[in-house]
């Protein structure tokens, strides 16, 4: 599978920008620029840092992490391909080229690796602003209506089933919002991004070895003490690694 270059100039952001535009944002677009340049050049490494450096400079938006993820990918760093894909899938969950680059690095993944639930499959489908959204304008119409029924009475055995409706709907999208702050909240999710990382029985060097996580691997954090990470790949396997080994998939 080909991974396909997304070549956005920022044009969006510049637009509403004010007109003395900040050193740092011109900077980065002119980084970004030169990224999609050594990009087409074959030159993945050096497209990576000059991806990377844009996002350092506060400009990452789902573009920007889509093109470092193909760098990456391109120039053989898996682990941190996934988790430049999973920072564009949370800004735009629903991007067919996204969520492709994604699935295919996820593939090239040897050894144990998470495998999400059915349901919080489901909870990415919408991003964490997209939830607050749905949440927030059910909560107004379910006013509205509310104050309908008060403003006029005869209309209130009309309107009931619609506010119980929109109540069920507002309840269920809540319930999403805070499922899946708590399923991003303090990097619960990591990813390996070095070639190997030894988990091991307990919070030592020296503690015995339970299994080897690989580049590119998505673990669960069950706990944490000092450098060390209890980690999960969802099944049996539970051991602790070194927390330099891995990186947050949290984005927030």
Not at 84 to 95: E, G, N, S
Request: proline share 4%; net charge positive; charged share 20%.
């Amino acid at each position: 599978m080909k991974a396909r270059l997304k070549i956005f100039l920022l044009l969006t952001a510049l637009s509403v920008a004010p007109l003395s535009v900040p050193a740092r944002a011109v900077d980065a677009v002119a980084v970004f620029e030169t990224g999609n340049k050594l990009y087409e050049e074959r030159k993945f490494t050096e497209a990576a840092v000059a991806y990377q450096t844009t996002v350092d400079c506060g400009q990452g938006s789902p573009a920007l992490y889509f093109n470092l993820g193909n760098a990456l990918f391109k120039s053989g760093n898996i682990g941190r391909s996934i988790l430049a894909y999973r920072h564009a899938a949370q800004l735009t969950p629903r991007d067919p080229d996204v969520r492709a680059n994604l699935q295919f690095a996820r593939n090239q993944v040897e050894g144990p690796t998470l495998r999400l639930p059915p349901w919080q499959r489901a909870l990415e489908t919408l991003s964490l602003n997209e939830w607050t959204t749905l949440s927030v304008a059910g909560s107004w119409l379910t006013f509205i209506l509310l104050a309908v029924g008060q403003w006029r009475p005869a209309l209130k055995p009309t309107l009931r089933s619609a506010i119980a409706a929109t109540v069920i709907a507002t309840l269920a999208a809540t319930a999403c919002l805070i499922s899946s702050l708590v399923a991003n909240a303090g990097g619960k999710l990591v990813v390996v991004t070095i070639k190997e990382a030894s988990v091991h029985k307990g919070p030592f060097v020296e503690s015995e070895s339970a299994f080897v996580a690989r580049d590119g691997a998505e673990l669960q954090v069950l706990d944490r003490k000092d450098s060390w990470l209890q980690v999960s790949d969802g099944t049996r396997r539970i051991g602790w690694l070194k927390s330099e080994t891995v990186a947050s998939v949290n984005l927030w």
